[in-house]
């Protein structure tokens, strides 16, 4: 596509239930990012994904968050028992290769837990 | 200590003036990125620098990878440049983005 898709663009969910969070990258694009944007925070790192190595998982605050990568395109973050501290806007970025040149963002998710 | 430091946090200024938002690192960098956050969270890189300076319309972006520290200058500001300018460097080893706070900027007609 033209830009990096992420859906669902909202999400609202009870406290405890799982979600999964969906992120399109860029066609082409070898390198996956997910980021995390809690209110009034920076953004935080969470997971990478380049090729086919094995992700980077040391951002990932918790077990109950976990991410893959299917076919080397479409993206799920998939966060268990959710808490009202995982709040937050989720961004995806993209770009070719791992270089920093051509990173996107997508529009992100905004998860609210209630 | 925040590896990446960007001042102001907030910054008011009236149509028209020249502002100048600044970021300073302490890691080793492959290159730096100057990225606008509108309200609504939706992210634009402005400017992905290894060197010198770089021009876009009225934005301009300098690095002095010496000093660690890059500068974002908006020239004849305008209310529709009211965003959070976010500073992010790119170590090249893990491939991640680390970020700054933000500098939250809001233009007055």
């Known amino acids: 596509g033209a830009g990096v898709s992420q859906s669902p663009s909202n999400k609202v969910t009870e406290k405890g239930k799982d979600v999964e969070l969906r992120c399109d990258p860029i066609?082409?694009?070898?390198?996956l990012y997910w980021y995390r944007q809690s209110l009034g925070q920076g953004l935080e790192f969470l997971i990478y994904?380049?090729?086919?190595?094995?992700?980077?998982k040391s951002g990932l605050p918790s077990d109950r968050f976990s991410a893959e990568r299917t076919g080397g395109s479409v993206s799920t973050l998939t966060i268990q028992r959710t808490q009202q501290e995982d709040s937050a806007v989720y961004l995806c970025?993209?770009?070719?290769?791992?270089?920093?040149?051509?990173?996107?963002f997508g529009s992100g998710t905004r998860l609210t837990v209630v | 200590k925040n590896e990446v430091e960007q001042s102001p946090q907030n910054l008011t200024a009236q149509e028209g003036e020249f502002i100048t938002i600044n970021c300073s690192y302490s890691?080793?960098?492959?290159?730096l990125h100057w990225l606008q956050q509108h309200p609504g969270g939706g992210i634009v890189s402005l400017f992905m620098?290894?060197?010198g300076k770089k021009k876009h319309g009225r934005l301009i972006a300098t690095i002095n990878i010496q000093e660690k520290h890059s500068s974002l200058h908006i020239t004849a500001s305008h209310p529709r440049d009211s965003a959070v300018y976010i500073c992010?460097?790119?170590?090249?080893?893990?491939?991640?983005?680390?970020f700054g706070k933000g500098t939250k900027l809001s233009v007055k007609p």
């Open positions: 970025a993209s770009s070719p290769s791992g270089s920093v040149g051509g990173y996107t």
């Open positions: 890691v080793g960098i492959s290159a």
């Open positions: 066609s082409g694009h070898t390198a």
């Open positions: 992010a460097v790119y170590g090249g080893s893990q491939g991640n983005l680390i």
């Open positions: 994904f380049q090729g086919n190595s094995a992700p980077d």
């Open positions: 620098l290894s060197s």
